[in-house]
Nanobody
Framework: QPQFVESGGGAVQPGESLRLSCVIS????????VGWFRQAPGKEREGVSC????????YYADSVKDRFTISRDNPKKTIFLQMNDLRPEDTAVYFC?????????????????????WGQGTQVTVSS
């Protein structure tokens, strides 16, 4: 089982930025599609962004395109989510995750049903 350590969440004002980090140990990270998911109060958990292991193909939810960037540093076993121009509707608990093996392209796999293991979550609050 992989171990996750998330960091970088916090409270910011609209328009500001945050960078989430997730160290994933216990696995060969470059063999996995990884992703960030979020769950706002009263809403279902949703896929925000996913990144393939070796081809570096990405998926972004429409609501975060052109504002968020996912990246990974495989030797450091770390994935990142750079979040710019944050909005109140981005307020949620953010979870990093590894996805199950699949032949589907990454844009079709960035869903809760494809997650194999979850991080513990980090709170992001955007409010004026």
């Amino acid at each position: 089982q992989p171990q996750f350590v998330e960091s970088g969440g916090g409270a910011v004002q609209p328009g500001e930025s945050l960078r989430l980090s997730c160290v994933i140990s216990g696995i060969s990270l470059d063999n996995y599609v990884v992703g960030w998911f979020r769950q706002a109060p009263g809403k279902e958990r949703e896929g925000v962004s996913c990144l393939s292991g070796k081809s570096f193909r990405t998926y972004y939810a429409d609501s975060v395109k052109d504002r968020f960037t996912i990246s990974r540093d495989n030797p450091k076993k770390t994935i990142f989510l750079q979040m710019n121009d944050l909005r109140p509707e981005d307020t949620a608990v953010y979870f990093c995750a590894t996805l199950r093996a699949s032949m589907l392209p990454v844009q079709e796999r960035c869903k809760v049903t494809h997650v194999q293991n979850w991080g513990q979550g980090t709170q992001v609050t955007v409010s004026s």
